[in-house]
């Protein structure tokens, strides 16, 4: 009875939401962030694009995650503001929880969705963009009647079930898409979605790094300070592999001593990495650093081992630097670096190659000018605030 009367509110909601009319001006951001890493970057970037663009702005997130910067930026853009409390985490329908009927996820799915048809109502939006970074939260509201953009930053890695598939397939079309931040990454969810099939309507953008100055006169301004040091960054957890960079330093220690390797992130993981390397110096895991441009002035290269990984900001910033990069061949990493270009793409399970290129580019200095001038090409043809901007714009304008 009550799934029955859920659905009767929803259908009554979703009707007046049809014929709602409102400026096409008008989004309603929907926004996961959080306090460092790739999709608090985008989340500001995406806030100053819109701005840029004339639109008018409600962002809504889950309440006690504010801090001052977003909140400052928000009140400088004059955005309004909602905080409520929502916990829908995903519907799998296929891998329901021990004791959950799939009554009980068609109740949570119609609460959900009422939630949303209300709340558009309510603020008169027909305009809605999700930034998330778990992989299928509120993915099935692209059913509500309003234009609608989900902009995801993590890597598919399950298969989703075939009543969701379905669902996005009965409705992504022209004014409904999903956007993802790598090619890799769009692959991904073509995999484990709609079983290995390329499906309209899924797009990517690549990620951009925007610096402080002009980027060629950073990279001069670079090589005039660079160290021998080699530069992580991101958020210490096991996906950006940490554990590994410990034992590529040490690999790399026994052979070079006069090396420096800095990890600049927060997570789970950093009380367990400092008490790793508690007796090696050369090793450090500093934490979060607000001025990450000095720590890629002083490095020699950057190094990004990642198990999963959209894309990679900090890797294009290592970039904008001019700074060779080896990455692992994880995720949309090697969309950013050409192997023997710009940089190395290493298989992570062979720790004797990726300790071995590193080491080749430190000893080198002409291969990694060589290396860094090539990365500063591609950054500024393919990873630039105004490459970025323009394929926004034309995505925008294709689907509004």
């Known amino acids: 009875m009550q799934l029955i009367k859920k659905t009767l509110l929803f259908v009554w909601a979703w009707v007046k939401l049809r014929f709602l009319a409102s400026n096409i001006k008008s989004v309603l951001l929907v926004a996961e962030y959080g306090v460092s890493g790739g999709t608090r970057t985008y989340f500001i970037s995406l806030?100053?694009?819109?701005?840029?663009?004339?639109?008018?702005?409600?962002i809504l997130d889950n309440e006690n995650l504010r801090d001052n910067e977003i909140e400052t930026l928000v009140k400088q853009l004059r955005f309004e503001w909602y905080s409520v409390h929502f916990n829908f985490w995903g519907i799998n329908f296929k891998k329901r929880p021990?004791?959950?009927?799939?009554?009980?996820?068609?109740?949570?799915?119609?609460?959900?969705?009422?939630?949303?048809?209300t709340l558009l109502n309510k603020i008169r939006c027909r305009h809605i963009v999700f930034s998330v970074g778990y992989p299928g939260l509120f993915i099935h509201s692209i059913i509500l009647p309003v234009r609608f953009l989900y902009i995801l930053h993590t890597p598919v890695t399950k298969h989703a079930d075939k009543f969701t598939t379905y669902w996005l397939k009965c409705f992504l079309c022209k004014r409904k898409?999903?956007?993802?931040?790598?090619?890799?990454?769009?692959?991904?969810?073509?995999?484990?979605?709609?079983?290995?099939?390329?499906?309209?309507?899924?797009?990517?953008?690549?990620?951009?790094?925007?610096?402080?100055?002009?980027?060629?006169?950073?990279?001069?301004e670079?090589?005039?300070?660079?160290?021998?040091?080699?530069?992580?960054?991101?958020?210490?957890?096991?996906?950006?592999?940490?554990?590994?960079?410990?034992?590529?330093?040490?690999?790399?220690?026994?052979?070079?001593?006069?090396?420096?390797?800095?990890?600049?992130?927060?997570?789970?993981?950093?009380?367990?990495?400092?008490?790793?390397v508690a007796h090696i110096?050369?090793?450090?895991?500093?934490?979060?650093?607000?001025?990450?441009?000095?720590?890629?002035?002083?490095?020699?290269?950057?190094?990004?081992?990642s198990l999963i990984e959209g894309h990679g900001i900090a890797t294009?910033?290592?970039?904008?630097?001019?700074?060779?990069?080896?990455?692992?061949?994880?995720?949309?990493?090697?969309?950013?670096?050409?192997?023997?270009?710009?940089?190395?793409?290493?298989?992570?399970?062979?720790?004797?190659?990726?300790?071995?290129?590193?080491?080749n580019l430190l000893e080198q200095p002409y291969l990694c000018r060589e290396m860094g001038a090539a990365g500063r090409y591609i950054y500024i043809t393919k990873f630039s605030k105004d490459k970025w901007q323009k394929d926004m714009r034309k995505l925008y304008e294709s689907y509004v």
């Not at 110096?281 to 020699?300: C, K, M, P």
């Not at 990493?333 to 710009?342: D, T």
């Open 177 to 220: 898409q999903i956007l993802t931040v790598s090619n890799s990454a769009r692959q991904d969810i073509f995999k484990f979605w709609f079983f290995g099939k390329d499906v309209k309507y899924v797009n990517y953008i690549h990620n951009y790094y925007c610096p402080q100055g002009n980027a060629i006169a950073i990279a001069e």
């Open 98 to 117: 021990s004791g959950v009927t799939a009554k009980s996820m068609l109740l949570q799915l119609m609460n959900e969705l009422l939630f949303w048809a």
């Open 47 to 58: 806030l100053k694009f819109l701005k840029e663009e004339g639109y008018e702005v409600i």
């Open 281 to 305: 110096s050369a090793i450090q895991f500093i934490g979060n650093v607000n001025d990450v441009e000095s720590l890629y002035r002083h490095s020699t290269v950057y190094f990004q081992p």
């Open 222 to 276: 670079y090589e005039k300070e660079k160290a021998l040091a080699v530069l992580t960054i991101g958020s210490l957890e096991i996906y950006k592999n940490p554990f590994y960079f410990i034992e590529v330093a040490k690999k790399i220690l026994a052979k070079k001593k006069d090396v420096k390797f800095v990890w600049a992130g927060d997570g789970s993981l950093i009380d367990i990495c400092k008490n790793k």
């Open 316 to 359: 294009i910033g290592a970039m904008c630097f001019g700074i060779p990069c080896v990455v692992s061949n994880n995720g949309g990493l090697k969309e950013s670096v050409a192997h023997g270009i710009n940089g190395y793409v290493v298989n992570i399970d062979n720790l004797e190659e990726t300790s071995s290129l590193i080491l």
